[in-house]
């Protein structure tokens, strides 16, 4: 079945720097990539996805992009700032059954 | 909107008991998800309907996890008996879910169950 590895599993960054999160998969049939934030004590939130016809997607200080060839995938967040800091999770999904599987996640931290 | 509603937000029980989580999807929403997540790891999926119908339930236990979303919307996730391990947070969610297409999944705030 479908896995998906993430990378880092923490990171910490200087407000206003660039912050990249990598994740690999292993289902070449995975067609749609979502990232979620998760702030403590609350559920996941869709900040952006991409399918796999696109191969990068911005929206504002965030954006996603996509090797098919090799299988990954990274989400790219610019000036960061202390309310981005959460967990990020990446996650892979096939056959529009909706049903989706997700990475390990990578606990940001954004140093004011 | 209203969002995913799941009570309760925290169960702790001891081993062998059972527990039952409750969700309430965003209104009109046929999709329902219930997964589960692991402190320190990424949501998995239990189990996801289509309305009333099961879709995937090929990772539930199913000698101790049930799942039922009787009329199509609420949904109810039971486990009987708990064990050390089912210690962890439970997570709903919903989403439009066109046939053939991806919709965002939108989640709740999850029940945090922790087994004694």
């Known amino acids: 079945g479908e896995n998906v590895e993430q990378h880092p599993s923490t990171l910490s960054v200087q407000e206003g720097d660039s912050a990249v999160i990598k994740c690999t998969y292993s289902?070449?049939?995975?067609?749609?990539f979502p990232w979620y934030k998760q702030e403590l004590g609350k559920g996941p939130q869709l900040i952006i996805d991409i399918r796999s016809n696109v191969g990068e997607k911005k929206d504002q200080r965030i954006a996603v992009t996509l090797n098919k060839t090799a299988k990954h995938f990274s989400l790219h967040i610019t000036e960061t700032q202390p309310e981005d800091s959460a967990v990020y999770f990446c996650a892979a999904g096939s056959g529009g059954q909706g049903n989706l599987i997700f990475g390990k996640g990578t606990k940001l931290s954004v140093k004011p | 909107e209203a969002g995913v509603a799941q009570s309760p937000r925290y169960k702790i029980i001891e081993k062998r008991q059972s527990v039952a989580f409750w969700c309430n999807p965003i209104?009109?929403?046929?999709?329902l998800y219930w997964y589960q997540q692991i402190l320190g790891q990424g949501p998995k999926l239990l189990i996801q309907?289509?309305?009333?119908?099961?879709?995937?339930d090929s990772q539930l236990p199913k000698d101790r996890f049930s799942a039922e979303r009787l009329k199509g919307v609420d949904s109810t996730l039971k486990i009987q008996p708990a064990k050390l391990e089912d210690s962890a947070v439970y997570l709903c969610a919903s989403s439009f879910r066109l046939a053939g297409a991806y919709n965002e999944q939108f989640f709740g705030p999850g029940t945090r169950l922790t087994v004694l």
């Open positions: 209104s009109g929403h046929a999709t």
């Open positions: 289902d070449s049939a995975s067609n749609y």
């Open positions: 309907f289509q309305n009333n119908g099961v879709v995937d």
